[in-house]
């Protein structure tokens, strides 16, 4: 036999995209041609293939291969693709049959003595082997967690290349099976009751959990910007099957999902460094681009503490993302998109010396200014609610007053995301929370009496307020209206809407 093919899947971004190999072994000298624009990494599996096959205690084929990926147009990135062009060479040898390579996926890496090296991005690559109805997938035994996720695909675990020839040949092999499902281990979450003091703060982070609005918190260090932030995930709902798939499909590409429980099933929280690189906040590399930070905080939380240290054309890379929930990253290999719909939290010091008490500040008027600047009026453009904290003063009456823990703000913060599901529902949209809700829809289809209007058509007349901020605030005042079980924002809630976007770091 001349001619096999074989199955695999080229990744670009999270989607997924079947590639056939086929292998033609004809006479000419011994050599192997690898064709469909291969990267440097899959050039050379040519001699990974070769010595893993006669490792394998199998016959490389002394005569002349070609290797022919298709689509032949589109770029080949990676080493995923060995297992598949070991076995098409060898079935186009006739060393095994090629019934069962027709309808079987084969992913991952060939050591040089025949081992199966798990890859990245296995989740993804079923799925679109499930779309193009591929019904067996061979992948490597590490990656059988994460691959038994996806449903109507028999999954098979190999360790090594002899046991997956074994297999094609119909005998007894030892390809392992998935493990028996089982739930999530229990991930204990940072408790908001930890949180002293700071009223509006704690007011704010359970409004931006129930309308998944983005937030700013300023204030001297040591006030709790950051625990209030670890807290959010806490606060929101689990994550859907099919959400839980995406979060975890782009987890799988960036390399960063556990062996023991790949799914994802809680709302990521993703911490930034200030010195963080723009590639690594928004996805990058070269080739195709891998994700970055915001992809991976995809249906959860993108932290970024000490905001107004970060460069700003760095942080503002971010604005196209909130904007449409998603990142595209051109590159000469094509553009990687990747989903981005992410909450964000911004925690910032209101100045660079940065003081216990403000009073003790001793940055000049123009060095505020400069350092808060950072923070460009665009990206501030799309942050919803923005509050300012104060210096705790309180200690000795936190055992007075207990704070809310986290299980009693999370009950409202459900009911609010129930209330406004099922109304955009009711009406035909599929809107999970406020803060999706299109701008035209709000101003038309949801219009507010303009009694209810007056503050926001003031701002927007003296300038004070963009077209943008305007829609903003009618998402909060939907949302404050939700927490407070009411059918309709009214003029308090757009006034208090308001209020949360006015709210400046005193310089």
């Not at 499930?130 to 590490?142: E, H, I, M, Q, S």
């Not at 986290?406 to 459900?414: A, D, G, I, Q, Y």
């Not at 009214?490 to 005193?506: C, Q, S």
Request: overall charge neutral; aromatic content about 4%; hydrophobic content about 40%.
């Amino acid at each position: 036999m001349a001619l096999a093919q074989a199955w695999s899947v080229a990744l670009y971004g999270v989607d997924g995209l079947p590639v056939e190999i086929e292998a033609d072994v004809g006479v000419g000298q011994p050599r192997t041609h690898l064709l469909g624009l291969p990267d440097a990494s899959l050039h050379e599996s040519k001699e990974r293939v070769k010595a893993a096959v006669r490792n394998s205690a199998e016959e490389w084929p002394k005569q002349r291969i070609v290797l022919g990926l298709s689509p032949a147009n589109l770029p080949k990135v990676g080493s995923g693709y060995d297992l598949a062009i070991a076995c098409a060479t060898l079935a186009a040898a006739g060393s095994v049959p090629l019934e069962r390579l027709t309808t079987t996926a084969l992913l991952g890496e060939l050591a040089l003595d025949g081992r199966v090296r798990a890859i990245r991005g296995v989740l993804p690559s079923l799925l679109a082997a499930r779309r193009a109805g591929l019904k067996t997938a061979v992948v490597p035994a590490d990656s059988l967690p994460e691959a038994s996720l996806v449903d109507d695909v028999e999954v098979l675990g190999a360790l090594t290349l002899s046991e997956v020839l074994a297999w094609l040949r119909g005998e007894q092999t030892t390809l392992q099976p998935p493990p028996p499902a089982t739930g999530p281990p229990h991930q204990p979450t940072p408790d908001l009751a930890d949180v002293v003091g700071q009223p509006e703060a704690r007011w704010a982070l359970e409004v931006a959990a129930a309308g998944a609005h983005h937030l700013l918190l300023s204030g001297p260090p040591g006030t709790g910007k950051t625990m209030l932030a670890e807290r959010l995930p806490g606060l929101l709902p689990p994550l859907t099957r099919q959400e839980a798939l995406e979060v975890t499909a782009v987890h799988s590409v960036a390399g960063v999902l556990s062996s023991d429980y790949p799914l994802v099933a809680l709302p990521p929280f993703v911490n930034v460094h200030h010195t963080t690189s723009m590639a690594a906040l928004i996805g990058g590399g070269s080739g195709m681009a891998k994700p970055g930070a915001a992809s991976r905080a995809h249906r959860g939380v993108l932290f970024l503490d000490e905001a107004c240290e970060f460069g700003q054309k760095t942080i503002d890379t971010l604005r196209t993302a909130l904007e449409e929930g998603e990142i595209r990253i051109p590159r000469r290999d094509g553009i990687a998109r990747y989903p981005a719909r992410f909450q964000l939290i911004l925690a910032t010091n209101p100045c660079p010396c940065a003081p216990p008490k403000e009073i003790d500040c001793t940055c000049t008027a123009t060095v505020r200014r400069r350092y808060q600047s950072r923070l460009s009026g665009p990206l501030l453009d799309r942050v919803d609610l923005r509050v300012h904290m104060r210096a705790t003063t309180a200690m000795a009456n936190a055992d007075a007053t207990p704070p809310e823990p986290t299980e009693v703000v999370r009950e409202r913060v459900l009911k609010a995301r129930s209330r406004a599901a099922t109304r955009w529902s009711a009406h035909g949209h599929h809107w999970p929370t406020n803060a999706q809700v299109p701008g035209p829809a709000l101003r038309r289809e949801f219009a507010l009496p303009r009694t209810t209007t007056t503050l926001l058509d003031r701002a927007l007349a003296t300038g004070a307020l963009t077209g943008r901020g305007a829609d903003r605030c009618l998402r909060v005042a939907w949302t404050l209206a939700d927490l407070a079980e009411s059918d309709r924002p009214t003029a308090d809630h757009v006034a208090a809407a308001l209020n949360f976007r006015e709210r400046r770091v005193p310089t």
